[in-house]
């Protein structure tokens, strides 16, 4: 148990369609990051925010977006999806470190299907 | 930019025999590595970390891994395996600072059986 709560469990949605996901940070944590993990892949990198800005994003295009809101909660928005969409969404808390070296607590995850 | 390779996507073993699971990774500067195992349905959960200092790490539920630079090598093992030990296993690096601060890059996972 991490500490770190998603919502909704799991989705589905029709492809044009928009969706937002929310995740809610351990206590304590200030910087969110979002993973998309397609099935039998390894996750992969959406973004990072610390203190409400985005200061990391992988690559993804820009109808992925983020908000962190001041208790340091998170949403993650993709506009127009994609059947390719389709995948669990990881959120992932941690305390920020100038050197790197903190540890990412991850939720259970959203279930995403694009129909 | 780092990359990391799990040799072995599949990996099965007896209960009670040794586990291992291969990750080797590609970094221009010193990484942090992480390992995470994934339970059906779940999330990650932390399993253990090197970021500095002791090369050979342990973690949780009996499992350890060692940072061995000259191969770039940080293979996770156990030495005696259970049947809750099956799971899927990532091993993770991250460098600091950079334009992708916090970025995490996943290995593909080796999916681990133990049969009795």
């Known amino acids: 148990e991490t500490g770190v709560t998603q919502s909704p469990t799991h989705l589905i949605k029709t492809r044009g369609q928009q969706v937002t996901l929310r995740c809610s940070s351990q206590s304590g944590h200030n910087t969110v990051s979002w993973y998309q993990q397609a099935l039998g892949q390894g996750p992969q990198f959406i973004f990072q925010y610390y203190r409400e800005e985005e200061n990391g994003r992988g690559n993804f295009p820009p109808r992925f977006s983020g908000l962190q809101f001041p208790n340091y909660s998170s949403e993650l928005n993709v506009n127009a999806l994609e059947l390719d969409d389709s995948a669990l969404y990881l959120c992932?808390?941690?305390?920020?470190?100038?050197?790197?070296?903190?540890?990412?607590?991850f939720g259970p995850g959203t279930r995403l299907t694009v129909t | 930019a780092q990359s990391v390779t799990q040799l072995g996507s599949h990996v099965s073993v007896s209960e009670g025999a040794l586990v291992l699971l291969r990750c080797n990774y590609s970094s221009s500067v010193p990484p942090y590595l992480f390992w995470y195992v994934q339970y059906p349905n779940q999330g990650l959960q932390l399993l253990l970390k090197y970021t500095t200092g002791a090369t050979l790490v342990k973690g949780i539920n009996g499992f350890e891994a060692e940072f061995k630079k000259s191969e770039t090598s940080f293979h996770l093992t156990k030495p005696s395996a259970h049947m809750s030990d099956a799971a899927e296993y990532f091993c993770?690096?991250?460098?600091?600072?950079?334009?992708?601060?916090?970025?995490?890059?996943f290995g593909q996972g080796t999916i681990l059986t133990v049969h009795p």
């Open positions: 993770a690096v991250r460098i600091a600072g950079g334009t992708s601060y916090g970025k995490l890059t």
């Open positions: 992932a808390s941690s305390l920020y470190l100038t050197s790197g070296g903190a540890v990412q607590y």
